[in-house]
């Protein structure tokens, strides 16, 4: 850990900022180029899923799999990571996420072994669930209440960032240079993203935008502060926004498209749009965050709840309904505002809701990585669901529409303004 770190984890910093200092957005961008290098890697394969199931033979299920391990280690590592971050500092816990996603790229590459490609996947994921604590910790670190739900909600846009990217380019690399040309393409941008956050990343010193940089403790003594309920109510919400949006929206709605007679290609754009709507929404939704009173913030997570309710009401739109084409693109563009509401509207609440110390952000961050993961991982019920013949609006009453109203209930249990320790 660096001598600035340190410094603000004894209690040096001086009172909480209010100005935004100019270098915080020069940290913002080195952070947000190192952390869509995490999911980069994760979508990769499906932009070029023909070539990777074709080349390595693989089932669907076990390509499935290849997403889901990362789910896996991402939900593994979400605590200790906040551990890691403390013991070794923010600056080389995202070092070590970069290299394991460089050396997991390099690995899937080496030979066309099933077993090396699983290997190199399980690297990746450590880089994942180590990036996706740290960088909102850094983040948050460095923006103070007025601009922290801005700066945090443009971060949010990094998954999106990376699956247009990957969507956009990877075929074509793929068509002209190889499979190969892709993974490679992965890590070399992972280079340069390592070699440019460690040059210019920085701590505030002397200041801190969360109050109280106390020493810690023990480990056992950090855990207190899971002690505080509201986190996780936050946690739940947040699972059901993953749920709906990875597992959900992002991996069958495109299917569904292609079952009521639109190709692939046009499937695959309008789809691609809902993301859009998020990746420009996300900062927005932020930026309002921050202009709500702190026990009003609740506020985007409630509406991301009611927009998901009512997309998936009008999504799949039958004969009898009459929505037709209609609802199709209702269900695209509230599923957009769903994604920004839920993406810009939670991640700021975490250190807002444990905001006593820099342990406190790093833990509230760990657990937003952890439901985020493991909402992931639930997207093969919805399959489940249309593999028993309940038909894509019944598979929706079955899953969807039932959790968005318990996360439009717990909405409205979320408290940032409540104590910040452990003990709420």
Request: hydrophobic content about 55%; proline content about 4%; charged content about 10%.
């Given at each position: 850990?660096?001598?600035?770190?340190?410094?603000?984890?004894?209690g040096?910093?001086?009172?909480?900022?209010?100005?935004?200092?100019?270098?915080?957005?020069?940290?913002?961008?080195?952070?947000?180029?190192?952390?869509?290098?995490a999911?980069?890697?994760?979508?990769?394969?499906?932009?070029?899923?023909?070539?990777?199931?074709?080349?390595?033979?693989?089932?669907?299920?076990?390509?499935g799999?290849?997403?889901?391990?990362?789910?896996?280690?991402?939900?593994?590592?979400?605590?200790?990571?906040?551990?890691?971050?403390?013991?070794?500092?923010?600056?080389?816990?995202?070092?070590?996420?970069?290299?394991?996603?460089?050396a997991?790229?390099?690995?899937?590459?080496a030979?066309?072994?099933?077993?090396?490609l699983?290997?190199?996947?399980?690297?990746?994921?450590?880089?994942?669930?180590?990036?996706?604590v740290?960088?909102?910790?850094i983040?948050?670190?460095?923006?103070?209440?007025k601009?922290?739900?801005?700066?945090?909600?443009?971060?949010?846009?990094?998954?999106?960032?990376?699956?247009?990217?990957?969507?956009?380019v990877?075929?074509?690399?793929?068509?002209?240079?190889?499979?190969?040309s892709?993974?490679?393409?992965?890590?070399?941008?992972?280079?340069?993203?390592?070699?440019?956050?460690?040059?210019?990343?920085?701590?505030?010193?002397?200041?801190?935008?969360?109050?109280?940089?106390?020493?810690?403790?023990?480990?056992?003594?950090?855990?207190?502060?899971?002690?505080?309920?509201?986190?996780?109510?936050?946690?739940?919400?947040?699972?059901?926004?993953?749920?709906?949006?990875?597992?959900?929206?992002?991996?069958?709605?495109?299917?569904?498209?292609?079952s009521?007679?639109?190709?692939m290609?046009?499937?695959?754009?309008m789809?691609?749009?809902?993301?859009?709507?998020?990746?420009?929404?996300?900062?927005?939704?932020?930026?309002?965050?921050d202009?709500?009173?702190?026990?009003?913030?609740?506020?985007l997570?409630?509406?991301?709840?009611?927009?998901?309710?009512?997309?998936?009401?009008?999504?799949f739109?039958?004969?009898?309904?009459g929505?037709?084409?209609?609802?199709?693109?209702?269900?695209?563009?509230?599923?957009?505002?769903?994604?920004?509401?839920g993406?810009?509207?939670?991640?700021?609440?975490?250190p807002?809701?444990?905001?006593?110390?820099?342990?406190?952000?790093?833990?509230?961050?760990?657990?937003?990585?952890?439901?985020?993961?493991?909402?992931?991982?639930?997207?093969?019920?919805?399959?489940?669901?249309?593999?028993?013949?309940?038909?894509?609006?019944?598979?929706?009453?079955?899953?969807?529409?039932?959790?968005s109203?318990?996360?439009?209930?717990?909405?409205?249990?979320?408290?940032?303004?409540?104590?910040?320790?452990?003990?709420?």
């Amino acid at each position: 850990m660096s001598m600035t770190e340190n410094a603000i984890h004894l209690g040096i910093a001086s009172d909480p900022i209010q100005k935004t200092p100019r270098y915080a957005w020069v940290i913002l961008a080195v952070t947000y180029l190192a952390s869509i290098c995490a999911p980069l890697g994760q979508f990769k394969i499906t932009a070029i899923a023909g070539e990777i199931i074709g080349t390595y033979g693989l089932g669907y299920a076990e390509f499935g799999m290849l997403m889901t391990c990362l789910a896996i280690i991402g939900a593994i590592l979400a605590f200790p990571a906040a551990f890691i971050c403390r013991r070794i500092g923010l600056r080389a816990t995202c070092a070590i996420a970069l290299g394991c996603i460089i050396a997991g790229g390099l690995v899937e590459v080496a030979t066309n072994s099933v077993v090396l490609l699983y290997l190199g996947r399980f690297a990746e994921g450590v880089g994942l669930g180590l990036i996706g604590v740290a960088a909102p910790t850094i983040i948050s670190l460095w923006f103070p209440n007025k601009t922290r739900g801005l700066a945090l909600g443009a971060w949010c846009t990094w998954v999106p960032m990376a699956i247009t990217i990957d969507f956009n380019v990877a075929p074509a690399l793929a068509a002209t240079f190889g499979w190969q040309s892709v993974f490679y393409g992965v890590v070399a941008v992972t280079i340069v993203a390592l070699v440019l956050f460690v040059a210019l990343y920085r701590v505030p010193v002397g200041q801190s935008s969360i109050p109280n940089y106390g020493v810690e403790g023990s480990f056992r003594d950090c855990f207190t502060y899971l002690k505080n309920r509201y986190i996780w109510i936050l946690g739940l919400t947040f699972l059901v926004f993953n749920f709906i949006q990875g597992g959900v929206v992002n991996t069958y709605y495109p299917t569904y498209l292609g079952s009521v007679g639109f190709d692939m290609a046009t499937a695959g754009f309008m789809t691609s749009v809902i993301t859009l709507i998020g990746f420009i929404m996300n900062p927005l939704s932020g930026a309002w965050s921050d202009r709500l009173s702190i026990n009003r913030k609740y506020i985007l997570v409630t509406l991301f709840a009611v927009t998901s309710i009512i997309g998936f009401l009008v999504g799949f739109p039958s004969e009898a309904s009459g929505l037709g084409l209609a609802g199709i693109w209702a269900f695209i563009v509230l599923m957009g505002f769903s994604a920004a509401f839920g993406g810009g509207g939670s991640r700021p609440l975490a250190p807002t809701i444990l905001s006593s110390s820099a342990m406190a952000a790093t833990l509230g961050m760990a657990v937003m990585q952890f439901t985020q993961c493991f909402g992931q991982m639930l997207a093969p019920v919805y399959g489940a669901c249309l593999d028993a013949g309940l038909g894509w609006m019944g598979s929706a009453w079955a899953t969807v529409i039932p959790l968005s109203v318990i996360a439009l209930v717990l909405s409205f249990f979320i408290k940032p303004g409540g104590k910040a320790s452990g003990h709420d």
